[in-house]
């Protein structure tokens, strides 16, 4: 086991953390990409992806609730992680 | 070249970039008020309408380029300084409009509170997730502006005007008793587009009614004088040309941004009993931002949207599946299916390919390389030149004012002293100043950034220039480390880029000083080979 905290399969097959808290922005994305590919995330409301991020394993709160921004920031990473890479154009302000 | 004189009553305007010499890239505006409150004590505020980047095309020293933020923004830790702006107000979500707020939170500065319409707000926090800024303490405040509201900010009033151009998209009031300032942002006029409040001349009619002394005005396209398609027109051609491809699979190329067109091409799915699949990142991004901000596309479609990853038994006639590639970028689902890359969806000979938007100048030749290699595939492949030749008619509007869009705005509004035309190529700026002196309006062509100018009842002048220098932005090949993510490794798909950032002149042409305010968060090595591995 390595640091605590880091993702403790490094090579990348299968994802879990000792402990995930609402800053591990990326780490939630990517585990409800893989747990919650089911979910239809265009319409998930807001508390449904609070509940599905504090029934992650290893997920504590810490007595913290996510701000509208946190909340955002994950679908971005879920969205990022289940949708593969960047593929906007530079030049979509011209269309 | 000294501050200008910004001590009389008025409205003080000054374009930081986006003006004749930038064409249509890093729109920013600052607007200074100096008026009195209702007990006579003088007010003085300031706003800053946008804060952009121009992309530079062709592999020049720098990948994008932007207003400097120091004589913008404070930077973060230190006091606020007299200069410190109010407010930034958004008037949409383009990145020539947004796109350096990212920048400047990397280089240290402390944006102040950013004040938009509800799909632009979701877009900025989008944009800074994308970026790796997290922390709340990076992190400037949003409040989002109900469309049509009016917010009282620096000592003014900003009236937030709903334009057809994106979802939320609106030109901004900036009223105070001794001047009024109508800030188009980019617009047009079309009552058929489904998502977002549309602009409603009657509206228009009364703000001008009010008085309005100034229209800064966008010039994309107010050159082009041909008839124009609306919203619905292209829908009905979309649902002939998907008709006419029965029994084929059909894949739509779109920008991840068109969501009107994505309506569009929904409803041609419905109209022909198919379910509307949409792949790719940052369509999915756009559409569920839409969602948060109450533009919902499934009930403008009247039909579910399906992701691609829930539409694998679905029959490939039975489907319309909007993927992203329209502009021919890379990574984007056209450009991948065209480069058979493993995991990309499957474009063959029973395949017919739309691609609802023109090709621009500066995508032309990799746009003309992906057609060729879809069709190289066997795929019939329609494109918005093409389907014009087959006889459907246009399958793309631009999305900015035509000619006959102007002269609606500038009859409407009546503005009593000049018309400032901006963003747009030189000869669409001089187009724009010519429909103003045909309604007998006054041109206030500015050929560079940085002139100030006063306005107030009496009129409009120009009382200074300023020289302004920008940040010419490159990629220095390294990715930021986010918080937690895995160390060293490439799992997410697109990981932050980090960029130098140097201080040029005004005109963007010399350097002044290399590396400023450098970003300087974790970081590591990027690791190319995994990221552009097929999904």
Redesign the interface.
């Known amino acids: 086991m390595g640091d605590p905290?880091?993702?403790n399969d490094?090579s990348?097959d299968t994802l879990s953390?000792d402990r995930l808290t609402w800053?591990?922005?990326?780490?939630i994305g990517?585990a409800l990409a893989e747990r919650h590919?089911?979910d239809?995330?265009?319409?998930l409301p807001p508390e449904r992806l609070v509940q599905l991020v504090e029934d992650l394993p290893g997920f504590t709160a810490g007595g913290r609730e996510p701000?509208?921004?946190?909340l955002?920031?994950i679908?971005?990473?879920w969205?990022?992680?289940?949708?593969?890479?960047?593929?906007?154009?530079?030049?979509?302000?011209?269309? | 070249m000294s501050a200008a004189d910004r001590s009389q009553a008025g409205i003080y305007w000054q374009s930081r970039m986006g003006n004749n010499a930038d064409g249509?890239g890093g729109n920013c505006h600052r607007y200074d008020i100096v008026t009195a409150n209702g007990q006579g004590t003088p007010v003085r505020g300031r706003l800053v309408v946008d804060y952009g980047i121009k992309?530079h095309?062709g592999g020049g020293a720098y990948d994008?380029s932007f207003p400097s933020p120091e004589e913008l923004f404070a930077k973060r830790g230190q006091p606020d300084p007299a200069h410190a702006p109010n407010a930034l107000l958004l008037t949409h979500s383009?990145?020539?409009?947004l796109g350096a707020l990212k920048h400047a939170v990397d280089m240290g500065y402390r944006l102040p509170p950013i004040h938009c319409t509800p799909f632009t707000a979701?877009l900025v926090?989008?944009s800074?997730?994308?970026a790796g800024i997290?922390e709340?303490d990076r992190?400037p405040e949003?409040h989002a502006v109900k469309p049509g509201e009016t917010i009282e900010v620096g000592g003014a009033q900003v009236t937030f005007v709903p334009v057809d151009h994106l979802p939320g998209a609106s030109a901004l009031v900036i009223r105070t008793a001794e001047a009024a300032v109508f800030h188009t942002g980019?617009y047009k006029f079309d009552a058929t587009m489904a998502l977002g409040e549309r602009a409603d001349p009657e509206l228009l009619r009364t703000i001008g009614k009010q008085g309005i002394d100034m229209v800064v005005s966008d010039s994309t396209s107010a050159g082009d004088d041909r008839p124009k398609s609306t919203e619905r027109e292209i829908a009905g051609r979309l649902e002939r040309i998907v008709a006419d491809e029965k029994g084929r699979a059909v894949v739509a190329g779109v920008?991840?941004?068109?969501l009107d067109r994505v309506v569009s091409l929904g409803r041609a799915a419905k109209a022909n009993s198919r379910t509307l699949v949409i792949?790719?990142?940052?369509?999915?991004?756009n559409?569920?931002a839409a969602?948060?901000a109450g533009h919902s596309l499934?009930k403008a479609i009247g039909a579910p949207?399906l992701?691609a990853?829930?539409a694998r038994a679905l029959p490939a006639d039975k489907a319309l599946v909007v993927t992203?590639?329209?502009?021919a970028?890379p990574?984007?689902?056209l450009s991948r299916s065209a480069d058979q890359l493993a995991g990309a969806l499957y474009i063959g000979r029973d395949t017919t390919v739309i691609i609802p938007?023109r090709a621009?100048p500066?995508?032309a030749e990799a746009h003309r390389g992906m057609v060729q290699r879809l069709e190289a595939s066997g795929a019939r492949v329609i494109t918005a030149e093409r389907a014009e030749e087959m006889g459907y008619g246009a399958i793309h509007q631009?999305?900015h004012a035509i000619a006959a869009d102007t002269r609606l705005l500038y009859t409407l509004l009546k503005p009593r002293h000049v018309v400032s035309p901006i963003h747009g190529a030189p000869g669409q700026i001089e187009a724009n100043g010519e429909i103003a002196r045909s309604l007998g309006l006054k041109p206030l062509i500015l050929k560079e950034n940085g002139a100030v100018i006063r306005v107030d009842r009496s009129g409009a002048e120009i009382v200074g220039r300023e020289d302004l220098p920008r940040i010419g932005a490159k990629e220095t090949g390294d990715l930021k480390q986010?918080?937690?993510?895995?160390?060293g490794?490439g799992?997410?798909?697109?990981p932050p880029a980090i960029y130098r950032y140097d201080r040029l002149d005004s005109a963007g042409e010399t350097l002044l000083s290399r590396n400023v305010d450098a970003y300087h968060g974790p970081a590591r090595a990027p690791r190319p080979a995994r990221?552009?591995q097929a999904?």
């Open positions: 905290g880091m993702p490094p990348g953390w800053q591990d922005i990326q780490a990517m590919a089911a239809n995330i265009l319409t701000d509208d921004f946190t955002s920031a679908v971005t990473a969205i990022d992680a289940q949708e593969g890479g960047d593929d906007r154009s530079p030049f979509e302000f011209l269309a | 249509i992309i095309n994008c383009h990145e020539d409009h979701e926090k989008k800074f997730a994308g997290i709340p992190r949003i980019d920008l991840g941004t068109q792949s790719g990142a940052s369509l999915v991004q559409i569920q969602e948060r499934e949207i992701l990853k829930d992203t590639g329209a502009f970028q990574n984007a689902g938007q621009i500066p995508v631009s999305g986010l918080p937690r993510a895995r160390p490794e799992r997410r798909p697109n990221d552009q999904r």
